[in-house]
């Protein structure tokens, strides 16, 4: 999965600043683009906790709602009665990935999602809109299944070609 | 004339009537759509089978043998309370099935790993079903 999502075109981003909020994610250990980012040599930041995008983030908008939710997921606690609560390091830095990387190439009308953790400590973002659902599923590891769920109308099933694009793609259906 | 079938399973109990209610507990924050006011989806997968949980089903407790009360204070956390009707549960292929005076199990479910799609689309059709009785 990081392998697929790493050689999508996720060019690394010399524009306006994101918001602290968001930053906090990007540390390296976290964060899988890094590995990237050394091998390139490129530098595109010149602290380790800040990153640059070409959105700005205000508070209150949907995009800005998940990224706080995720970050909330990290002050769980590690397990509760029915398994893992936080998420693992591959299933955040690859959700922030994602969501980051399909924010970044559409971000009007950017519906609000719910996102959760399963019991192994994948996470799982729902958006809902009168004409369909779609579900983002990032399992906890790497050799565990991602797919995107859709469900309109009778018509339901999943999509494992999980990349930016695709996100976007799903999500524009529901508007 | 009348054919008698025996029990599809060793339960002592009756098979629950549709009108019956259960609730399900939400054990976690992040399963309640704040903004929507309802439940997600997630609270509605079986655990993995290696994890030992969910063998038999999802876990409920049956309404008319025990209160909301009893059921949050059941689990250490409790972040709400939804009701389902039993026979709306057997509208979309699935069961309930009371294998203690007070608990029961949601039968017909997949595990995720095994049947991806349908194990979606039933936590799905649950998450629609359920009411909240009880949020804190």
């Known amino acids: 999965m990081i392998t697929e999502l790493e050689t999508t075109d996720i060019t690394p981003i010399p524009y306006g600043e994101i918001s602290q909020r968001t930053a906090a994610f990007y540390r390296p250990e976290n964060y899988a683009i890094s590995h990237r980012q050394e091998q390139s040599r490129e530098p595109i930041t010149n602290s380790p906790y800040r990153f640059k995008v070409e959105f700005f983030l205000e508070k209150g908008w949907p995009i800005d709602s998940l990224l706080a939710d995720l970050r909330d997921l990290l002050k769980e606690d590690k397990e509760d009665e029915y398994g893992i609560l936080r998420p ?3 299933a955040l830095s690859v959700t922030i990935l994602l969501i980051v990387e399909a924010y970044r190439r ?3 009308e950017w519906p609000f999602g719910c996102v959760s953790t399963d019991s192994e400590g994948g996470i799982r973002i729902e958006w809902n809109s009168p004409k369909g659902e779609i579900r983002l599923v990032v399992p906890d590891s790497d050799n565990k299944k991602h797919y995107i769920y859709y469900e309109f109308g009778d018509k339901y099933d999943i999509d494992e070609q999980v990349n930016p694009g695709k996100l976007v793609w799903w999500l ?3 508007i | 004339m009348t054919q008698i079938f025996p029990p599809q399973d060793d339960s002592i109990f009756p098979p629950l009537p549709c ?3 259960i609730y399900r507990a939400i054990l976690r924050k992040s399963w309640i759509d704040q903004r929507n006011n309802r ?3 997630a609270a509605f997968f079986r655990r993995p089978h290696d994890s030992g949980k969910d063998l038999d089903g ?3 407790n049956i309404a008319a043998a025990c209160s909301v009360e009893e059921v949050r204070s059941s689990f250490s956390e409790c972040f709400g309370v939804v009701s389902l009707h039993v026979g709306r549960i057997r509208d979309i292929g699935l069961d309930v099935h009371q294998n203690e005076p007070k608990h029961a199990n949601i039968t017909g479910l997949p595990y995720q790993q095994d049947d991806t799609v349908n194990a979606e689309r039933f936590a799905g059709l649950l998450a629609k079903q359920a009411r909240f009785v009880h949020r804190i």
């Open chain 1, 88 to 90: 693992t390091s591959h």
């Open chain 2, 39 to 41: 439940v997600t989806s």
């Open chain 1, 106 to 108: 559409q971000h009007s």
């Open chain 2, 58 to 60: 999802l876990s409920v």
């Open chain 1, 172 to 174: 524009n259906q529901l």
């Open chain 2, 19 to 21: 009108y019956a209610i």
